[in-house]
C-alpha cells in the first residue's frame, strides 16, 4: 500500500536554530511532493514542492526541501527557525501512476519553536 | 481574491440527519477535492472531481456523496451522518486535472460534530 511517513509527531527548536520535519514515502513511480503548513483555525497553505530536477527546492518564508530519491525522502528545512513557524506540517505525495488525482498526506508533525 | 470557502464552518448534528457542506472556489479550478482530517490521521482523501459531471472515489468514500454540475462548486453530502463521520473537513482546488503537478489550494475548514 502506498503511504507517507512523519516520524516525529512533534519537533521543538529554539528560535534561530535550524530545523528539519522529517518526511519519508513509500510510492510507486516518480511521484510529486509538496509541503503544506497549517496554522490554528485555518486551512492548509502551500509551501514548496518537488517535481524534477534539482533535489533542493526553495519555498514560501524560507523554508526549503530535500528530495533523496535513495530514500525516498522529501525531509523540510528551514535555517534559522521563527517562532512563527510554530504550526502543523504535512507532508503529501501524489503518485503519477494514478493519473495525479489523488493525494496521499502523512499524519503532520507540529513544530514548537521556543523564543 | 483567490478563494476556496466552504460552509457552515462549525456544524452539529445528530445521527441519522441529512446535511450538506457548501464549497465553492473563484479560481476556475477544474479539479476539486474533499479530505477529512483526523488526529494522527492527517487527511485522508474522500472524494474528487475532475470537471463538471466527473467524479471519483478517494480512500475514504463510505457514507459520502459529491455532486459536482457547476465548475465552481462541489457539494459534500451526508446522507445518515454517523458519529464515526465527527471530524475536520477540508475542500481543496487546483488547476487541470491532468496536471498533477499543481498545488491544491485548501478552504478554512468545516468542523462537523455528529451526536
Known amino acids: 500500500a502506498q503511504s507517507v511517513a512523519q516520524p516525529e509527531d512533534q519537533v521543538n527548536v529554539a528560535e534561530g536554530n535550524p530545523l528539519t520535519v522529517k518526511c519519508t514515502y513509500s510510492?510507486?513511480?516518480?511521484?510529486?511532493l509538496f509541503w503544506y503548513v497549517q496554522y490554528p483555525n485555518r486551512g492548509l497553505q502551500f509551501l514548496l514542492k518537488?517535481?524534477?530536477?534539482?533535489?533542493l527546492v526553495k519555498g514560501s518564508y524560507g523554508f526549503e526541501a530535500e528530495f533523496n530519491k535513495s530514500q525516498t525522502s522529501f525531509h523540510l528545512k528551514k535555517p534559522s527557525a521563527l517562532v512563527s513557524d510554530s504550526a502543523l506540517y504535512f507532508c503529501?505525495?501524489?503518485?503519477?501512476?494514478?493519473?495525479?488525482?489523488?493525494?496521499?498526506f502523512g499524519a503532520g508533525t507540529r513544530l514548537f519553536v521556543k523564543a | 481574491e483567490a478563494q476556496v470557502t466552504q460552509n457552515p464552518r462549525y456544524l452539529i448534528t445528530v445521527t441519522g440527519k441529512k446535511l450538506t457542506v457548501t464549497c465553492s472556489q473563484n479560481?476556475?479550478?477544474?479539479?476539486m477535492s474533499w479530505y477529512r482530517q483526523d488526529p494522527g490521521l492527517g487527511l485522508r482523501q474522500i472524494y474528487y472531481?475532475?470537471?463538471?459531471?466527473?467524479?471519483d472515489k478517494g480512500d475514504v468514500p463510505e457514507g459520502y456523496k459529491v455532486s459536482r454540475k457547476e465548475k465552481r462548486n462541489f457539494p459534500l453530502i451526508l446522507e445518515s451522518p454517523s458519529p464515526n463521520q465527527t471530524s475536520l473537513y477540508f475542500c481543496?482546488?487546483?488547476?487541470?486535472?491532468?496536471?498533477?503537478?499543481?498545488?491544491?489550494?485548501f478552504g478554512p475548514g468545516t468542523r462537523l460534530t455528529v451526536t
Open positions: 481543496a482546488s487546483r488547476h487541470s486535472a491532468s496536471g498533477g503537478n499543481y498545488e491544491q489550494y
Open positions: 510510492v510507486s513511480g516518480n511521484p510529486y
Open positions: 518537488y517535481i524534477t530536477g534539482d533535489n
Open positions: 503529501a505525495v501524489r503518485p503519477v501512476n494514478t493519473g495525479g488525482f489523488k493525494t496521499i
Open positions: 479560481m476556475n479550478h477544474e479539479y
Open positions: 472531481s475532475m470537471n463538471v459531471e466527473v467524479t
